[in-house]
C-alpha cells in the first residue's frame, strides 16, 4: 500500500537557480499529496558534503540525506544533463549509500536537459547506477527540456501529467512488490 511506503524525492541538480528543482519541487507536491511520509533532497541546497571517504565525519544534512535514501522504499530521481552525463552532485549524493541496505527498493527517473539529446544514454547511467543497488527501475522514465519551466513553475498540462504518471505507476510497481 502507498500509505505504508517511505519515499523520497531526490533533485540531483546543484545550481542554485535549478529547473531541475522547480520540476522535482512539483514532483515532491505531487507525492506528498499521495503519501505524507515523503521527504526532499535538494541538492541545490549545497548542503551535502563532498565525499571523502568512509572513516570522515559529514555534516548533519549529509548523513540525513543518506539515511533518507536507505529508509526510502521508493527513491523519484530528478537529474539535470551535463556534459552527456547526471549530475556529479547526484553521484556524491550516492557515495554515501550502503549497497546491502537498498535491494528491492523502485526508483522513478525524471531527466532534464537544454535540448532533445542525450536521454536514453543518461537513462541507461542512471539505471546502472540504480542496478549497482539492486533498485528497480521504472522503466518508464520522464524525458523534459529547459522550456517545460517557465517563471519557477511547471505549467504545461502534459508534463505536469507525464510527471504524475511516473510517480503514480512507480509507486504502483513498489506497491506490488511489498505487498507481503
Known amino acids: 500500500m502507498v500509505d505504508d511506503m517511505k519515499i ?3 533533485s540531483g541538480s546543484p545550481r542554485k537557480n535549478a529547473n531541475t528543482q522547480v520540476i522535482m519541487k512539483y514532483v515532491f507536491e505531487y507525492t506528498k499529496s499521495k503519501n505524507q511520509d515523503t521527504k526532499f533532497i535538494n541538492l541545490s541546497e549545497g548542503l551535502i558534503e563532498y565525499y571523502r571517504g568512509p572513516d570522515v565525519e559529514y555534516n548533519e544534512a549529509t ?10 522504499d521508493v527513491w523519484l530521481i530528478g537529474s539535470p544533463i551535463y ?14 549509500i550502503d549497497y546491502k541496505k537498498t ?6 527517473i525524471t531527466i532534464l536537459a537544454a535540448g532533445n539529446v542525450g536521454f536514453v544514454n543518461v537513462q541507461t547511467l542512471i539505471t546502472q547506477l540504480l542496478s549497482y543497488f539492486r533498485v528497480i527501475a521504472n522503466p518508464k522514465a520522464v524525458f523534459l527540456t529547459t522550456e517545460s519551466v517557465s517563471e519557477n513553475s511547471v505549467t ?5 501529467n507525464r510527471l504524475k504518471e511516473m510517480v503514480d505507476e512507480t509507486l504502483e510497481i513498489a506497491s506490488k512488490l511489498h505487498k507481503d
Open 103 to 108: 535491494p528491492g527498493k523502485v526508483a522513478g
Open 8 to 10: 523520497v524525492v531526490i
Open 63 to 72: 548523513k540525513t540525506a543518506a539515511s533518507d535514501i536507505m529508509d526510502a
Open 156 to 160: 504545461d498540462k502534459d508534463v505536469q
Open 83 to 96: 556534459n552527456s552525463f547526471f549530475s556529479s552532485a547526484l553521484k556524491n549524493l550516492f557515495e554515501y
